[in-house]
């Protein structure tokens, strides 16, 4: 009566399917399912077969499709990583930046490195800010999925086509949805503040370096 009801359930068609990289097909019942080890089978004769974890593509289970690798909702994968960002900049300093970073993936850890290009224009004075920043990026995932909150820290030089040349340091909050990111945070770049007096019948214009204060705003995504 046992064998007749198995055999009775596998005429009925409701198989799990189990597809393999190579382009097999395996049908039958799954009976152990063991992430990062196997996946055991039970055939229409009753037999076991047992593949192993990496061989497998994706399981059908029961009709229903479900990716056992999601590249784009599963966990974030060790290894090369790198994002791109666009941001506006408020503070002492108003403008826009964009950066660069790519670096190495461990788990929820990211390290890196980047570079960018700033344009603002500067709050406590009437002069323009172009620089390339240079940093080093640290990153850690909250979650070990792709979607999460993380935080950011970035440390390093921000070197000046116009304006003043020192250094750059941000710290951020974001989200991460798949591939796409926004987050909000603060940076310290070195800014050049005009000051005008008047002496001995004339005006002299000096410039006076300090430590520029700003909230950044920034969309991005990861490649």
């Keep these: 009566m046992m064998v007749f009801s198995m055999l009775l359930s596998f005429a009925q068609g409701?198989?799990?399917l189990v597809r393999l990289k190579n382009g097999s097909v395996i049908r039958g019942r799954i009976v152990e399912f063991v992430v990062d080890q196997h996946v055991k089978v039970q055939l229409s004769d009753s037999s076991y077969m047992v593949c192993r974890?990496?061989?497998v593509d994706r399981i059908s289970k029961s009709g229903k499709i479900r990716p056992e690798k999601d590249d784009?909702?599963?966990e974030i994968k060790n290894g090369g990583r790198g994002f791109f960002n666009g941001s506006i900049v408020h503070g002492h300093q108003t403008g826009i930046k964009t950066t660069l970073a790519y670096g190495m993936q461990l788990n929820q850890f990211f390290i890196g490195g980047g570079?960018?290009?700033t344009a603002t224009e500067e709050n406590k004075g009437e002069g323009d800010h172009f620089a390339m920043p240079v940093f080093v990026n640290a990153r850690f995932?909250?979650?070990k999925h792709k979607s999460t909150p993380y935080f950011e820290l970035r440390a390093g030089s921000e070197i000046a086509i116009e304006g003043e040349t020192g250094f750059y340091g941000s710290v951020a909050f974001g989200c991460k949805i798949h591939r796409f990111?926004?987050?909000m945070g603060l940076e310290q770049t070195r800014g050049c503040e005009e000051e005008y007096t008047y002496a001995y019948g004339e005006h002299i214009t000096e410039y006076i370096p300090y430590n520029a204060r700003n909230l950044v705003m920034s969309v991005g995504f990861e490649f």
Excluded: M, N, P, T
């Design 115 to 117: 570079l960018g290009l």
């Design 141 to 143: 995932d909250v979650l």
């Design 14 to 16: 409701k198989l799990d």
């Design 181 to 183: 990111q926004l987050s």
């Design 53 to 55: 974890y990496d061989e």
């Design 72 to 74: 784009d909702g599963g």
